[in-house]
């Protein structure tokens, strides 16, 4: 039995988490305290103090107490996690490193590092280093051998105008109206994450129902952005006032209908129609003539759904690809019939063969 989602459990992070069943969550998302160790109050040049993470959430005696956590509570999510399941870890250069090595010894297979270049960085205002213009997440599988992870490969691409998304996303710092303040106007959480972020990670990473944990939820930005998207959540903070804000805010989103939820499918999924099966469906017939787009090639249709141009005889790709010289082809998309409005691409048969198959 599963979990109750759309929950936010107030309790310590690690307690909480062992009371969660083996293989019930499909991601986790997280944001652990990062080990600032700032030392000292932190200025800009006219001497106004800098409002930044000083909280007692974030400070551990030292990296030994801190590696411990870490692994402990990676340890859990490892095990919550189901087969196919993934994590999302966000941090800064002064955790990071850590965490990407403690996830590796528990088992975790990395699959990307993704660099959040923010557009709207703080200033390093003392000018004694490089401006701290960007966080990393590591994202990785359960395991190296574990089943498929979800990648919704197709959709990242169409959010990108339609160009391969890369690792690097730039996206601005939580600002405005998304960021929650308190009673007396100031920042309500010193790091909350933007929207936009979380958005991007869920959609990438996620279908529809699946459950997603934020070990760490602060104010409950995981769980926004799941519930708009149609996402199920389970928060656990320790902090009360950080939960009472979430609740807040979460209880204001929105959710997306079933139908508004689809994204750009991936054809990688779609039921593999080889094109003999066009031949045997009548769509085309042995001794039709094929033609390349700008008509300088042309292949006859032979019963066995092979090609035939001149002596040269074969698959709709291979014969494409030597009618070209190269070193390989996508037949589907270079070979076209004649239809009543000129030349189609021999892809939209396939189209119309998978339509007409049974659901599964």
Same mark, same amino acid.
């Given at each position: ?27 986790? !998302?997280?944001?652990?305290? =990062? ?24 400070? !551990?005696?030292? !990296? ?22 993934? *994590?999302?870890?966000?941090?800064? =250069? ?58 919704? =490969? ?26 929650? #303040? ?34 760490? !939820? ?14 199920? =959540?389970?928060? *656990? ?40 099966? *066009? ?75 998978? #339509? ?5």
């Amino acid at each position: 039995m599963g979990p109750s989602a759309d929950v936010i459990i107030q309790g310590d992070c690690l307690a909480e988490l062992a009371k969660l069943p083996d293989r019930s969550v499909d991601l986790v !998302f997280a944001d652990p305290p =990062y080990n600032l160790q700032l030392g000292g109050d932190l200025l800009r040049p006219d001497n106004s103090k800098v409002d930044a993470v000083d909280d007692d959430w974030d400070r !551990f005696d030292s !990296f030994e107490a801190y590696d411990a956590f870490t692994r402990a509570w990676l340890r859990e999510c490892h095990r919550v996690l189901k087969p196919d399941g993934a *994590i999302w870890v966000i941090g800064s =250069y002064h955790n990071i490193f850590r965490v990407g090595s403690a996830l590796q010894d528990l088992g975790f297979w990395i699959l990307n590092d993704i660099v959040w270049r923010k557009s709207n960085p703080m200033p390093n205002f003392k000018g004694t280093r490089f401006t701290n213009a960007h966080e990393t997440l590591i994202w990785a599988a359960k395991g190296r051998g574990a089943r498929r992870y979800t990648f919704n =490969y197709d959709a990242m691409k169409m959010a990108n105008d339609e160009l391969q998304m890369r690792s690097d996303w730039t996206i601005p710092l939580c600002t405005g109206e998304e960021r929650l #303040k308190d009673a007396t106007g100031a920042k309500a959480h010193p790091t909350q994450k933007p929207e936009a972020l979380l958005h991007r990670v869920i959609l990438a990473s996620t279908k529809p129902g699946d459950v997603i944990l934020d070990p760490f !939820f602060g104010t409950g930005t995981t769980g926004a952005a799941a519930r708009r998207l149609g996402r199920r =959540y389970i928060g *656990i903070e320790r902090e009360s006032e950080y939960v009472k804000l979430a609740q807040a805010r979460i209880a204001q989103v929105v959710p997306a209908s079933p139908e508004e939820l689809k994204v750009t499918g991936s054809k990688k999924a779609e039921p593999r129609i080889p094109f003999g099966q *066009i031949v045997e469906a009548g769509l085309l017939r042995p001794g039709d003539m094929l033609y390349d787009p700008q008509g300088r090639h042309s292949a006859r249709v032979r019963p066995d759904g092979s090609l035939a141009v001149g002596e040269l005889t074969g698959s709709i790709h291979k014969v494409g690809a030597m009618v070209q010289s190269a070193p390989a082809c996508n037949g589907w998309t270079y070979w076209h019939f004649k239809s009543d409005k000129g030349l189609a691409p021999i892809d939209v048969l396939r189209a119309k063969v998978r #339509k007409e198959m049974p659901v599964a």
